[in-house]
């Protein structure tokens, strides 16, 4: 084993090194690199909602001669009813009086027992106050959706047009 006796000071190492110019702008590409790499990770990893849509026939000249009351619209169905305050009534043929609803959750479930297990009706109107907000409205349409209504209606109202 060789031994050093000589230890060399700050000042030599520093001298020893080689000088490379001194740049004063920074170089960009890694970083544009590296955020590129981070924007397609993102776009590949990003989940995408899945849009619920209704089916809505084309109206049909005969149909527009058809013109139906409410009364006749609400025969042998569920009906839901979105007034302006956002606030939900449910009413369904079986029951006495219609039921106030006040979140999603709860008028999901009404509907639920107003179909009886399938056995109930087949057929949903949804009357939306013309004050009503949309979220509640589509809320309203998709629990029909989802508790497997055939026949699903929207009527909107103003106040003063519904007897109730």
């Known amino acids: 084993m060789q031994e050093y006796d000589k230890f060399l000071t700050t000042e030599e190492i520093e001298a020893a090194r080689p000088r490379r110019p001194v740049d004063d702008e920074m170089d960009l590409t890694p970083m544009v690199d590296v955020t590129f790499l981070l924007l397609i990770f993102f776009m590949i990893t990003a989940a995408f909602a899945v849009q619920k849509a209704i089916n809505v026939p084309p109206v049909s000249d005969s149909d527009a001669a058809q013109s139906q009351t409410v009364d006749e619209l609400e025969e042998n169905s569920i009906v839901v009813r979105v007034d302006a305050d956002n606030v939900y009534w ?8 219609e039921r106030q609803a006040v979140s999603q959750a709860e008028m999901r479930s009404q509907i639920r027992e107003a179909r009886a297990g399938g056995k109930g ?8 106050h013309g004050s009503a907000r949309h979220e509640n409205v589509v809320a309203a349409l998709d629990a029909g959706s989802g508790s497997g209504m055939e026949e699903i209606r929207l009527l909107s109202y103003e106040d003063g047009d519904l007897d109730l």
């Open 90 to 97: 449910i009413a369904a043929p079986g029951w006495s009086e």
């Open 121 to 128: 009706p087949t057929r949903l109107l949804v009357q939306a």
